[in-house]
């Protein structure tokens, strides 16, 4: 039989992976925001050799993590519905 202190050290852990995931999508949604509100013209943020991206370019990427994370917030539900059918043994 499994000791309730792994149980509980297991939950724990996923509370921390979930915590993280949520902290990761503030923390796009804040970006998300700041850029639709930047400046998008042409040569401004391109100086002596340095190039930064585009708004668009850093918005395709913020499109992609996002898309990225919420695999793996779907995957980590059904990892957490397996986890409470089993009484959170790993």
């Known amino acids: 039989?499994?000791?309730q202190t792994v149980n509980?050290?297991?939950k724990r852990k996923y509370a921390e992976f979930d915590a993280a995931i949520n902290t990761v999508r503030l923390a796009l949604d804040e970006l998300?925001?700041?850029t639709k509100a930047a400046d998008s013209g042409?040569?401004?943020?391109?100086f002596h050799g340095w190039q930064v991206p585009?708004?668009?370019e850093v918005r395709g990427t913020i499109r992609t993590a996002s898309t990225e994370?919420?695999?793996l917030r779907k995957a980590a539900l059904h990892y957490q519905a397996e986890?409470?059918?089993r009484g959170?043994?790993?």
């Open 1 to 3: 039989m499994q000791s």
């Open 8 to 10: 509980n050290h297991a």
């Open 32 to 34: 998300d925001k700041f």
């Open 42 to 46: 042409k040569g401004k943020g391109r």
């Open 54 to 56: 585009s708004r668009d």
């Open 69 to 71: 994370l919420d695999a």
């Open 83 to 85: 986890l409470l059918a």
């Open 88 to 90: 959170w043994r790993v």
